[in-house]
């Protein structure tokens, strides 16, 4: 045997080979391990980085942990701006914006918000005197300004609520913790509108297709019914004119309307026109373009827009089935329609009365008195000795007593017998005379002339400033 073979073969250089065999194996399994790891980390950076975008270290040993001290942060992807040592992160508020519900207080609208009842009620309380609570309703929306609290709770920074268009109510917290409140109104415009239209059926639709506003139109309706019967003076072809002022917002959102400045109405080639006079002792009328007030003693028509069903005089009676002198006009008008007291007067007598069903008497003079039957009730006050105005709202029609369906019965009575009230020629109001009718002149001259600038389409000031002008 050689040397050589007798070194391999030796038990020291069996030893040497079992060892570098030995190293050889743990460098493998270092690098093995070396792999692993590095793709563990990249695993669970990029899993960490789905569930969370910050690390945070624990703090280091034997230092306590500070609450008022924000942690150290490792942030995967972005930069995390921390906040100065000793301050406090602030949660970031936002605002939610909710909608009244039916049967909703606006106590509960924030404890569903989450806000503790203790916070809600004080906000509430710094509100009430803008705002009446009670006066939210059901569509109308309530914005909070929220910061998340603690577990299900939230804090409120800010309740606003906007009662009408263009004004808001606001309760914020004060730096004290406190609530104060305020309120914020958007500067309104006064402008002339004016509007014009033909007359095809009658003076309510007509004003509806030229976008005449309800309540004008309506005041339109009254100011007329001293002379004009809807039901057979309206003539197609007939028109109407009318100025009013008209209050907006910056976005041109309509606030409100004021009365009637001027109105015109064309039936069969005649034009009456109006015009709104104040006097010097501050009493506000209409008259017409010879200084005539346009109030009469008595209303033709108790009730807006609505169209005769039955006249006066001799008919067959739709329920007794023989002819009988009909003494009154029948107004065919939904339930509840708003009647109207025919002049100024004295309520003599309101109850069930026969075949009228609900029944009103007003006493006008010692000679006129007006009555009105089938009524769905009474407005507030209403009962004999209390003394009322004409125009003012007295009663609602109905379908009470012998009737075939919802209507008013209407009728006049002179002396105790009752009178067509269509034919009946009613005294004039009074007439302008000496100062008050050089005013009246100027004035309507004025009016006249805005209505003209406003119909064009010219943007014209209020045309009660016309009025001011003398």
Do not use: C
Not at 231 to 239: E, F, L
Not at 407 to 429: D, F, R, T, W
Request: no cysteine; glycine share 12%.
């Amino acid at each position: 045997m050689s040397v050589d073979d007798q070194t391999n073969g030796s038990p020291a250089s069996r030893m040497d080979s079992r060892k570098l065999l030995a190293m050889g194996a743990a460098v493998g399994v270092s690098v093995l391990s070396l792999i692993a790891i590095l793709t563990s980390d990249i695993s669970g950076a990029e899993s960490a980085n789905q569930t969370a975008e910050f690390a945070a270290f624990s703090p280091a040993a034997g230092i306590s942990e500070d609450p008022l001290t924000p942690r150290a942060a490792l942030s995967v992807g972005r930069a995390e701006v921390l906040p100065e040592p000793g301050q406090t992160a602030v949660a970031e508020a936002r605002d939610t914006v909710l909608t009244v519900r039916p049967g909703h207080t606006l106590a509960q609208i924030l404890g569903d918000a989450g806000i503790a009842p203790q916070e809600g009620l004080a906000a509430i309380a710094e509100l009430k005197p803008l705002f009446n609570p009670r006066r939210l309703v059901p569509g109308q929306t309530v914005t909070l300004r929220l910061r998340p609290g603690e577990g299900e709770t939230a804090g409120l920074d800010r309740l606003t609520i906007v009662p009408e268009p263009g004004r808001r109510v606001i309760a914020e917290r004060m730096d004290d913790g406190s609530f104060a409140a305020h309120d914020e109104q958007d500067p309104i415009a006064v402008e002339a509108a004016a509007f014009h239209g033909t007359i095809a059926s009658s003076l309510f639709a007509a004003g509806e297709k030229a976008g005449v506003p309800p309540g004008i139109l309506q005041q339109m309706i009254r100011l007329f019914s001293y002379d004009v019967d809807f039901q057979r003076d309206i003539r197609s072809g007939d028109s109407f004119e009318v100025m009013a002022d008209r209050s907006h917002l910056p976005d041109g959102t309509p606030v409100g309307d004021g009365e009637i400045d001027y109105a015109a109405l064309t039936l069969s080639g005649v034009t009456m026109r109006l015009y709104r006079f104040e006097s010097a002792s501050g009493e506000v009328d209409y008259f017409n373009e010879k200084g005539q007030s346009v109030r009469k003693a008595l209303l033709r028509t108790p009730v807006d827009g609505a169209r005769i069903t039955s006249s006066f005089g001799m008919r067959n009676h739709p329920i007794l089935g023989f002819s009988k002198m009909h003494k009154g006009v029948d107004f065919g008008t939904p339930v509840g329609t708003p009647v109207y007291a025919a002049g100024n007067g004295v309520v003599e007598k309101e109850g069930p009365w026969g075949a009228y069903g609900n029944y009103l008497r007003i006493r006008h003079t010692g000679t006129y008195a007006t009555a009105y039957g089938h009524l769905s009730g009474y407005a507030r006050g209403i009962h004999p000795g209390v003394r009322v105005r004409q125009g003012q709202v007295v009663a609602y029609s109905g379908n009470t007593g012998r009737t075939t369906g919802p209507h008013l019965h209407y009728e006049v009575l002179i002396s105790g017998a009752q009178v067509n009230p269509l034919n009946v020629k009613m005294p004039a109001g009074r007439t302008l005379a000496g100062e008050e009718a050089r005013q009246f002149a100027r004035l309507r001259a004025n009016l006249d002339r805005t209505y003209a600038q406003a119909a064009s389409g010219v943007k014209v000031a209020a045309a009660a400033d016309a009025a001011k002008t003398r």
